[in-house]
């Protein structure tokens, strides 16, 4: 089994996560990616076991969602509360930006260029403080257990919605994902994953119609604004239309594209991992625009699925052990504070 790594735009390494469970290449895999977090906060995978199949048919049924009338899909609707991440938000209604929190300034830029995009956001079916927002039974055969097992498929969905048919779909991978970066940090394998239990996570569908480049490039409207990701880790799924960009490390301000990889998972990590890290591991800002090939006209239309990973609520997040040197100072931030009282600040 080879330990394959090669660049994509020259930008984000493309490794072959398969090599991960080989013993003899498990250590340079971990290496590897931590050293992309580091580096630019982002990876790419491919053979990361969430199998083609499966993958299509999440984008073919997300497709299918958003192909429904307005109005139906207004039936599963999004809470107007910022912290109730389920349901469905309509074009406009969601403006993604960086650290801007009270009303008037988000109705402010709202008003500026609205989020050319529609959602769809769900978790664990379990959640009681987040329960899922479903359409009424029957509107789309199929979307809700789609999804459930997209998400992480609970012994006892699979005995409602499959029988013994056990995908370990997004959630394994994240786990698996979670011990190779503890690997890479020469901790023991399971020393996130032990706080990544529950899963409080959220599986987001996302799509981008149709619009004039014209007023992407006028910024009348945007797709999705440049922002870094809230949690731990994000698993990427996208279309092969592009307009993903991420900001340039060595170049703040400056935007590079990320060409889609056919079949590669994109993982980045997000403001938690990064404090977590002590700093060492970098949450990049990202933003989705105009794909680079559109030169006039309207923009094709874009689907892309994240997977947002989050830590147990009770997680105390000191910084991981030898990120910071012991002898010599402070890590950067406080050590102590859990996942909810974060969420706060
Ligand atoms: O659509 C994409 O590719 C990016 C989505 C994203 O960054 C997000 O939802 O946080
Ligand atoms: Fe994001």
Not at 15 to 20: K, L, S, T
Not at 26 to 40: C, P, R, Y
Not at 143 to 170: D, G, M
């Amino acid at each position: 089994m080879s330990l394959e790594r090669n660049c994509n735009t020259s930008l984000i390494p493309v490794i072959d996560f398969d090599a991960f469970f080989d013993k003899s290449t498990k250590h340079a895999v971990a290496g590897e990616m931590l050293q992309s977090f580091k580096d630019i906060g982002f990876v790419y995978l491919i053979n990361h076991g969430i199998p083609q199949a499966k993958v299509t048919e999440m984008f073919e049924m997300s497709k299918k969602f958003f192909a429904l009338p307005l109005e139906t899909k207004n039936l599963a609707p999004h809470p107007p509360s910022g912290t109730h991440h389920r349901g469905f938000s309509a074009q406009g209604q969601e403006k993604v930006t960086q650290h801007v929190y009270d009303c008037d300034s988000l109705a402010e830029q709202r008003a500026q260029a609205p989020d050319a995009k529609e959602s769809f956001e769900c978790g664990r079916e379990e959640d009681e403080l987040m329960p899922n927002i479903w359409l009424p039974e029957g509107t789309l055969v199929g979307f809700k257990e789609t999804c459930l097992e997209f998400f992480w498929v609970s012994f006892l969905a699979c005995l409602v919605y499959h029988f013994i048919r056990v995908h370990q779909l997004c959630h394994k991978i994240e786990l698996d994902i979670l011990r190779a970066l503890a690997l890479g940090f020469g901790l023991d394998e399971e020393y996130f994953t032990q706080c990544h239990t529950a899963p409080d996570n959220q599986l987001r569908l996302l799509h981008y119609p149709s619009v004039p480049l014209d007023a992407l490039h006028q910024n009348s409207i945007a797709r999705i604004g440049a922002h870094s990701d809230f949690g731990w880790i994000t698993l990427l799924l996208q279309d092969d239309v592009g307009g993903l960009e991420i900001e340039d490390p060595n170049v703040p301000g400056a935007f590079r594209s990320v060409t889609p990889v056919s079949g590669a998972l994109l993982v980045n990590a997000g403001d938690f991992m990064m404090r977590w890290s002590n700093d060492t591991i970098k949450s990049t800002i990202h933003r989705v625009c105009a794909p680079p090939g559109t030169t006039s006209g309207m923009t094709p239309e874009r689907y892309s699925i994240p997977y947002f990973c989050s830590a147990d609520f009770s997680t105390v997040v000191d910084c991981i052990p030898g990120t910071w040197d012991e002898g010599a100072g402070r890590p950067n931030f406080p050590s102590a504070a859990s996942t909810s009282e974060l969420q706060q600040t």
